[in-house]
């Protein structure tokens, strides 16, 4: 294994599912290593040889979101949850607890793998030669200024409160509701306010760039800012 191979530690319950899931990661280049419950996980997760977590919520010894809080409490390697529970409740909780991106089942082994590529992309470190590279989203909370790419976006005062609230931390799924505390002066908004207010933000910054996915829905919980 190289210095620069990613480990994926599976915690997955369902032998035949967790098999299929790594046969994709191992295509991609991963390492892997599967656990069927949650045994041992924190003296694993101390070795720091692993990049990438992938938890099931269902397992047999310990509930999935208590867990990732075990795992939270003395690391930060990133989390990506798994789970058949659909309940937007159980996701909130997931995410709250720590997690870094949600899966629900049934999914595609390569979603799985684009997710654990995606996640990792936003834990991975950035050199100062690269520092300029990263700069997709400027935000002038002060001057209500946004640019992408360095080209300036003309927003609503609105629209601008929801982009610097998404800003605030890439990758991080905010839910209607917490996206309508932004807002929390005006009682005239709803989530549909919202689900407005991002159309329009999209329309605007895919006028300028119509290839970037800037701002990305969550399936049944909110939306989330990629850079």
Same mark, same amino acid.
């Given at each position: 294994m190289s210095a620069n191979t990613k480990r994926v530690l599976i915690i997955e319950d369902e032998v035949a599912l967790a098999e299929i899931v790594e046969a994709y990661l191992h295509r991609d280049g991963f390492e892997t290593s599967h656990q069927i419950d949650g045994n041992n996980i924190l003296a694993l997760v101390a070795t720091g040889n692993f990049d990438i977590i992938l938890l099931d919520v269902m397992l047999p010894d310990v509930d999935g979101f208590q867990l990732c809080r075990m795992i939270r409490n003395v690391s930060v390697i990133p989390i990506i949850m798994m789970t058949a529970r659909v309940e937007e409740i159980d996701r909130l909780i997931g995410l709250e607890l720590g997690a870094d991106d949600y899966i629900c089942k049934p999914y595609s082994p390569r979603e799985v793998v684009a997710r654990v590529k995606a996640v990792l992309r936003?834990?991975?470190?950035?050199?100062?030669?690269d520092?300029?590279?990263?700069?997709?989203?400027?935000?002038?909370?002060?001057?209500?200024?946004l640019r992408v790419l360095g080209k300036k976006i003309d927003l609503t005062p609105s629209e601008?409160?929801? @982009?610097?609230?998404?800003?605030?931390?890439?990758?991080?799924?905010?839910?209607?509701?917490?996206?309508?505390? @932004?807002?929390?002066?005006?009682?005239?908004?709803?989530?549909?306010?919202?689900d407005s207010h991002i159309k329009n933000i999209r329309k605007k910054i895919g006028l300028v760039f119509p290839e970037l996915d800037l701002i990305q829905s969550v399936y049944g919980i909110g939306y989330r800012i990629e850079i």
């Open positions: 936003r834990h991975a470190p950035v050199s100062t030669a520092a300029r590279l990263v700069k997709t989203l400027e935000i002038d909370a002060e001057a209500f200024i601008f409160k929801l @982009v610097a609230a998404l800003g605030e931390k890439p990758g991080r799924v905010w839910s209607r509701s917490q996206l309508l505390d @932004v807002f929390m002066d005006d009682k005239d908004v709803f989530d549909r306010t919202i």
